[in-house]
């Protein structure tokens, strides 16, 4: 009588085999480095970001609106009524130059 072997199947109920010492290591070691990392990363330029942490994207582009107390808000709404004004007084020069060509 000829035996025939049956290879053995992955049950899930069944026992689980043992995880090797140097695969824990070696997920361990793995682990450690992007903690560190992550810790290089994200120290390295502190006082560089600490200088942006007052400006703020307009919300023309998808910022916040600006909060009552905000000096660099202030600034920029200065800057805005500035050329509004320019653009403002552009115009009447435009629309007085025209009026000036129809005007005999």
Same mark, same amino acid.
């Given at each position: 009588m000829v035996r025939i072997s049956v290879p053995k199947m992955y049950s899930p109920y069944g026992p689980r085999p043992r995880r090797s010492a140097r695969l824990v290591l070696v997920w361990m070691a793995v682990l450690v480095a992007v903690l560190v990392t992550t810790f290089?990363?994200?120290t390295r330029e502190v006082a560089a970001t600490a200088s942006y942490a007052d400006l703020r994207l307009p919300p023309?582009? !998808? !910022?916040?609106?600006?909060?009552? !107390?905000?000096?660099v808000a202030k600034m920029e709404d200065e800057?805005?009524?500035?050329?509004? !004004?320019?653009?403002?007084?552009k115009e009447k020069r435009k629309v007085a130059r025209m009026v000036s060509k129809m005007v005999p």
């Amino acid at each position: 009588m000829v035996r025939i072997s049956v290879p053995k199947m992955y049950s899930p109920y069944g026992p689980r085999p043992r995880r090797s010492a140097r695969l824990v290591l070696v997920w361990m070691a793995v682990l450690v480095a992007v903690l560190v990392t992550t810790f290089y990363l994200t120290t390295r330029e502190v006082a560089a970001t600490a200088s942006y942490a007052d400006l703020r994207l307009p919300p023309e582009v !998808g !910022g916040e609106p600006a909060r009552a !107390g905000d000096k660099v808000a202030k600034m920029e709404d200065e800057s805005r009524e500035k050329d509004k !004004g320019e653009e403002m007084e552009k115009e009447k020069r435009k629309v007085a130059r025209m009026v000036s060509k129809m005007v005999p």
